[in-house]
């Protein structure tokens, strides 16, 4: 049972448009997001997290939403960068006291953006 | 250099050989991964070690058989491995074990042949 979603295997955007990756749960003992990035041949590396307490932290360009009521969450990208072409995972993570502590991946969504 | 160094970066192994894959973290970090990544699938948890202890075994095969010398150190023996393990494994570390980011490795990408 997959318990974070990432229902879109692919995106493709045009440069200087806004991406949006989208995420969904099923566990409501998951309180801290993640999302990860990977290009090929290299390890994910970490890009931006986000609280239960919060909806919505920005860093930059990025932006994560997080709907708790809805367990989705969304990491957008404004604008979009060629460079940001890559494999973007979302993750999630319980209390550090529970079962769910560890970190739970999706399956990834592959992030084209066009010149 | 990187925080968490794999090697090798490459490792093509036919099914009766023995091989190990080696990770390394200068981090101070206390916890150390073992991930699975297969085509189409999620990262898949295999092994957790904390403060040098095996703390989860997310039933892997037998054939697979991790070692954690140090906190530094983490190792995954393999041997007769099927052709359906083919993957890259990626190795990752954390303050401790459910507490701080993961910091990942390159990854090693095995064939099984």
């Known amino acids: 049972d997959q318990q974070v979603k990432q229902n879109s295997p692919s995106l493709s955007v045009q440069e200087g448009r806004i991406s949006i990756l989208n995420c969904d749960y099923t566990n409501s003992m998951f309180d801290y997001f993640l999302w990860y990035k990977k290009y090929p041949a290299e390890g994910p590396t970490f890009l931006i997290s986000i609280s239960s307490i919060k909806d919505k932290n920005e860093d930059g360009r990025f932006t994560v939403f997080l709907n708790k009521s809805a367990k989705h969450l969304s990491l957008h990208i404004v604008p979009s960068q060629p460079g940001d072409s890559a494999v973007y995972f979302c993750?999630?993570?319980?209390?550090?006291?529970?079962?769910?502590?560890?970190?739970?991946f999706g399956k990834g969504t592959l992030l084209t953006v066009n010149p | 250099e990187t925080g968490v160094t794999q090697t090798p970066r490459h490792l093509v192994m036919g099914m009766t050989n023995k091989k190990s894959l080696k990770c390394e973290q200068h981090l101070g970090h206390n916890a150390m991964y073992w991930y699975k990544q297969s085509a189409k699938k999620p990262l898949e948890l295999m092994f957790v070690y904390n403060f040098k202890e095996q703390t989860e075994n997310n039933s892997v095969p037998s054939r697979f058989s991790p070692e954690c010398p140090n906190s530094s150190h983490l190792f995954l023996h393999l041997h007769t491995l099927q052709p359906e393990d083919s993957a890259l494994y990626l190795c990752?570390?954390?303050?401790?074990?459910?507490?701080?980011?993961?910091?990942f490795g390159s990854g090693t990408r095995l064939t099984v042949v």
């Open positions: 993750a999630a993570r319980g209390n550090s006291g529970g079962s769910n502590y560890k970190l739970t």
């Open positions: 990752a570390s954390s303050q401790r074990q459910g507490y701080g980011g993961y910091t």
